[in-house]
């Protein structure tokens, strides 16, 4: 198996720098980091919204807005594979708003969050205890979600047979990642804020993660976009080279994120994607 080693800096919390590898066959990306060590310190920030609902700056309620709007995305397309509502696992749950949202639409709800303050977040929210490692889960669940948490564990084709255990016949699998190979990667190449190294530990394209899921029992069903991705991930990307944002930073972003967008209509690759999986 043939590697490309890439260097890219942690350009959100650390400012370390790690060595990405890349399989030219099959595309799959792999931050090398310690295996027995711990990525959790590299989580500790106020600004990394998915574990914390506080703060008040323009970013902050720009990942408010844009996860409200996908809120009723993620639920429009679930409805589209399961008619009624059923039993849910969202792995990776942060501080609860997909698992509060879904409560509210008839789903039995159970969700998975390490992160302490986020897990006690999304307990208030929910109004149901929420696990703290994935060897605590029990059931069976219609659905199991994740929603870029994929990309942070460890083992991904170990976390996707656990999943596909807890999932009755023709259980359901939603993986959102993101995608390196979309335009705003290729742009802002080591800048791009999707690479998030150390605590994004893999790197997919379309052809890897199916790969990966198929190993695991699950049969692929379909895909869907987060166009808004390319917006966020595109300003982000624009505050790591510059350090900061201002108003040009904004509209580099919009146009950026806009032309990802435009050119993913042909190649598929969006800067993040949805995968659909049953199990086999």
């Not at 790969?211 to 069903?221: F, I, L, P, R, T």
Request: hydrophobic share 30%.
């Amino acid at each position: 198996m043939e590697l490309t080693d890439q260097e890219i800096t942690d350009h959100f919390l650390s400012k370390k720098k790690f060595i990405v590898s890349f399989c030219n066959d099959c595309g799959h990306g792999a931050t090398n980091f310690p295996e027995n060590n711990d990525t959790s310190s590299y989580y500790n920030s106020k600004e990394y919204y998915s574990h914390t609902d506080q703060g008040g700056g323009l970013l902050v309620q720009l990942y408010k807005v844009s996860r409200l709007l996908m809120l009723r995305y993620k639920h429009k397309i679930i409805s589209r594979y399961k008619k009624n509502p059923g039993s849910l696992l969202d792995y990776g749950c942060g501080t609860g708003a997909f698992l509060t949202y879904m409560k509210g639409r008839g789903w039995t709800i159970m969700g998975l969050e390490p992160n302490h303050e986020a897990r006690k977040e999304a307990e208030k929210k929910t109004g149901i205890p929420i696990t703290k490692s994935a060897e605590e889960i029990r059931g069976r669940y219609d659905l199991v979600t994740l929603w870029h948490v994929l990309e942070h564990t460890k083992n991904p084709t170990l976390e996707l047979k656990r999943l596909n255990e807890l999932a009755p016949r023709n259980g359901l699998l939603i993986v959102a990642v993101p995608n390196y190979k979309s335009y705003d990667a290729d742009h802002y190449k080591k800048y791009w804020a999707g690479y998030d190294v150390p605590r994004h530990l893999h790197h997919f394209t379309k052809k890897s993660l199916i790969n990966v899921a198929e190993k695991s029992g699950w049969k692929y069903e379909g895909g869907h976009p987060m166009k808004l991705d390319s917006y966020y991930v595109s300003l982000l990307s624009e505050k790591y080279i510059k350090g900061q944002t201002d108003l040009l930073s904004y509209l580099r972003a919009f146009i950026t994120g806009g032309v990802s967008n435009i050119m993913a209509r042909r190649t598929k690759n969006y800067s993040s994607n949805i995968f659909i999986f049953q199990k086999c």
